[in-house]
């Protein structure tokens, strides 16, 4: 049997438990299944890094690859946080690109190829995550390797007018269909990828290797059950009750996003005063509770956002809060996933309203975190990839202040047989495609036998 190799920026922290709804609950099982590797950055830094320092865990051995300071100030904060994090996100705006960065990016691809050629074996699988290792299947097949590879892109893919934005673009197009298999979150996002190939067809394959590439939309999920078991422990923690008797019979608005300014903070912000002002009836009835851990500071676009986001916070609850109702409390870092579960399960209200995101599994968590005889209710951001298939969460525009704050109004006030029908209708699909299913159903199609002689949409689930 094939072994599972995996590639992707940071390993997970090991030896501390597999955190919920990440990438590495969505790749653990297949790993043990096939024995597994996993190569990543080690998140240290070094003038002179050396080898990948092993470490074996059961069946799946991790390989931590130390970088340079340099290689981190071009290939992580440079291309993959100010080119291609701002680009995927639709703010060209805020796009820095410098060639220095772009070879440097390339030059740590060829350094986390160079590592991997030596462990591989001639029948493993490689599956490589998201945009800081887009390059990475073409820098294999230049030193030789021919084994199926995989890709799957984590966060959305731009429509092709916007990728055109993006510098040195046909060599990323060209970098994609070194893989076999290309996964992305949503149809819309294979769409996307499909147009910017088939608007650059004669260029690239005058230029690229033709391998028959599939490109197909795999939208990845949550233990379901796992996280709901999580949460309906989680009633009997310490800081849970705490919490509960400390709200009282106020209810419970709760985001949980990191501080980025993809995840459409201040307008969500401005949907709370909104709601404030047009339903005086819910003055010291509810309370909004924001936890937002801090990312990447000390690039600008992330500075700017969370000192907008203090201070927005802090004139709202100057504005309505008094000595015994404080409307919304913002909390600058993280919780663990079982606290997470528990105050997920104590919110009436779930507000997920990015300005664009790929998947966005807090929206998946909150729904298996509810209680199904009570369940709360979930106000999704159309451009949320979970959208997709939370077709009965409260759907709205996030840049529409008052179409979430009076969506914010209808979740407080719905009847309970209403939010019982949402809940369940939303419940089913979480049960039906775990992330389990996810990864299966990707490496299913990279599986040498579902190889494609064509570019060509994969009809999975979703």
Not at 137 to 166: C, S, T
Not at 195 to 205: C, P, Y
Not at 314 to 333: E, F, K, M, Q
Request: hydrophobic residues 40%.
């Amino acid at each position: 049997m094939s072994r599972l190799v995996v590639v992707s920026n940071r390993l997970p922290a090991l030896g501390k438990g597999v955190a919920a709804g990440g990438l590495a609950v969505a790749l653990e099982a297949a790993l043990k299944d096939k024995d597994g590797l996993w190569l990543g950055w080690s998140g240290k830094t070094s003038e002179e890094p050396g080898p990948p320092r092993l470490q074996v865990e059961g069946k799946v051995t991790y390989a931590a690859l130390d970088l340079t300071p340099q290689d981190i100030a071009g290939y992580y904060e440079g291309i993959s946080n100010s080119v291609l994090w701002p680009l995927c996100h639709y703010r060209p705006d805020l796009l820095e690109y410098t060639r220095a960065d772009m070879d440097c990016y390339m030059a740590v691809n060829g350094k986390f190829a160079d590592e991997l050629v030596s462990m591989l074996r001639p029948d493993d699988l490689i599956w490589v995550h998201d945009y800081h290792l887009i390059p990475l299947a073409e820098a294999l097949r230049k030193r030789g390797v021919e084994n199926r590879i995989g890709y799957f892109h984590h966060i959305p893919w731009p429509a092709q007018d916007l990728f055109r934005a993006l510098p040195r673009a046909r060599s990323f197009l060209s970098a994609m269909l070194a893989y076999d298999v290309v996964g992305l979150q949503t149809r819309a996002d294979a769409r996307n990828l499909r147009d910017a190939v088939e608007a650059m067809r004669g260029t690239l394959e005058a230029t690229t290797p033709p391998r028959g590439t599939r490109i197909g939309h795999y939208p990845i999920s949550i233990d379901t059950a796992g996280f709901a078991a999580r949460a309906r422990r989680a009633r009997d923690l310490p800081r849970i009750r705490d919490l509960y008797e400390r709200f009282g019979p106020r209810d419970m608005v709760i985001g949980v996003d990191r501080l980025d300014y993809s995840k459409g903070l201040p307008e969500r912000l401005r949907a709370i005063e909104q709601l404030l002002e047009s339903h005086a009836g819910l003055h010291n009835r509810v309370s909004f509770l924001q936890i937002t851990p801090a990312s990447r500071s000390g690039i600008e676009g992330y500075d700017r956002i969370q000192q907008e986001v203090a201070e927005r916070a802090g004139r709202l609850n100057a504005s309505y809060g008094t000595l015994d109702w404080v409307p919304v409390r913002y909390i600058n870092r993280a919780f663990s996933h079982s606290l997470l579960a528990g105050l997920y399960r104590l919110a009436k209200v779930g507000l997920v309203t990015p300005l664009r995101d790929g998947m966005n599994l807090v929206a998946k968590e909150y729904v298996a975190a509810q209680d199904p005889e009570d369940p709360g209710v979930l106000v999704l951001s159309q451009f949320a990839g979970a959208a997709a298939e939370m077709g009965a969460a409260l759907i709205v525009n996030p840049y529409d202040v008052e179409d979430v704050a009076n969506a914010m109004a209808r979740a407080l006030t719905m009847p309970v047989e209403e939010r019982r029908d949402r809940h369940s209708a939303m419940m089913r699909r979480l049960e039906e495609y775990p992330v389990s299913v996810w990864a299966r159903a990707f490496l299913h199609d990279l599986e040498p036998a579902t190889a494609r002689r064509a570019v060509t949409v994969a009809s999975d689930p979703g």
